[in-house]
DNA sequence: GTGGTCTAGACCACA
DNA sequence: GTGGTCTAGACCACC
């Protein structure tokens, strides 16, 4: 599973997996029902701690993004719409607040736009 | 000097300070060669410890955005024009970026900007 | 790790861990992706505060010549190439700043060139 | 007289003030006998404290470089070949260190002398 | 009064 | 165990 750390940041690694799992499934490149990586094998693979990335899969069962079957593994869930709407206004949301700090700056809405063409 | 502090955040005192000045330099509500409050004078009206705010100051220092005249206090540079121009590249930066998780979502320039209007 | 701090000199003690650092380094004696000693570990070893190594190390990392990565230690940057291109144009320079002392103290380049070799 | 202060070095402005004025004898741009400015002339041309010239004009004067005639003014000393020697010898000695820096750095003297050229 | 350095030690999150 | 943050307070040089 393509997941990079960033040792050089303060989010904790537990949740930058967290943070990389959503985004692969909101990319659909992990989808539905399809199985992820044991605890074991993603804590290898990374060179980190297995309680780790068990602190990070028990949040995004919690989220119901993937779902645990004891001795079966785990996998992603079946609905994961919510999941890509939510980070949709997110992001949107997001850009809004940097538009406004740019005007505090003095650019103008169209300034901006022009920038990010 | 106007600076809030928020405890109930994971971004330490000491940069939301830097945040702050930052913001307020850009802003211009510190205007260039300004004398802004000696670290002893706003450890003491944020009720915080003045090592916290010297560690601030080091770090507005270290970015070019004040200077410290020993014995005779800390100023605003000359020069702000750095600090608004990477601020603003900054947040163009940030845009961007969410601009391509929204299109790896699915939508395209057009439809983000009209959210954006 | 062998570092020598001088007690005696106006130069503070995590400015002198700094240079030494650099110094190692330059010298490939510390190699890139290499581990150095812990906060804690080099403050005891020296007798000093941890504060105070923190203080050295924050420096180095703002410098990119180590990189730390929390709760597993703090590493050599991969790239040293920039500290020691780094510290030979300062040292060019500073030579440079003396010759033209020099040459105004009434010494040709001729001349100084040849006390020098 | 043509002093300039750094406020953003370690080394004290007395002391700043005191290597000045040695560049500039050294440079014969004060010259034996000539009159320098008095205390309070100095600190006001440059906003500075008395005191600190006091202080400089002190070391000045103990190191033979200046004499006060007391109520007539400060003046250079007549003779000042000792510290043009003295500080030809001292950079000499600087830049030698400097090459040995660098041949440690991989530079062999032949590059060295030309970057410097 | 100013900033600069350092100590001693606490508490935290993370692994 | 690691690094990160913060406090409380000391001492210093300088002005």
């Known amino acids: 599973m393509l997941i ?3 040792y050089g940041t303060r989010i904790p690694i537990y ?5 990389e799992v959503e985004r692969l499934v909101t990319l659909e490149i992990l989808k ?11 804590a290898c ?8 990335v068990k602190k990070a899969y028990d949040i995004l069962e919690a989220k119901k993004i993937i779902v645990t079957k004891s001795t079966k593994g785990t996998y992603i869930s079946e609905n994961i719409d919510n999941a890509k709407k ?11 607040n940097d538009i406004l700090e740019l005007e505090k700056l003095g650019l103008s809405k169209e300034e901006i736009f022009k920038s990010l063409k």
């Open 4 to 6: 990079n750390i960033d």
């Open 86 to 96: 939510a980070k949709k206004e997110m992001l949107i949301g997001k850009i809004k």
């Open 45 to 52: 693979s990374l060179s980190i701690n297995p309680n780790t």
């Open 32 to 42: 539905p029902n399809e199985q992820i990586p044991s605890i074991r094998e993603l």
């Open 15 to 19: 949740e930058q997996i967290v943070l």
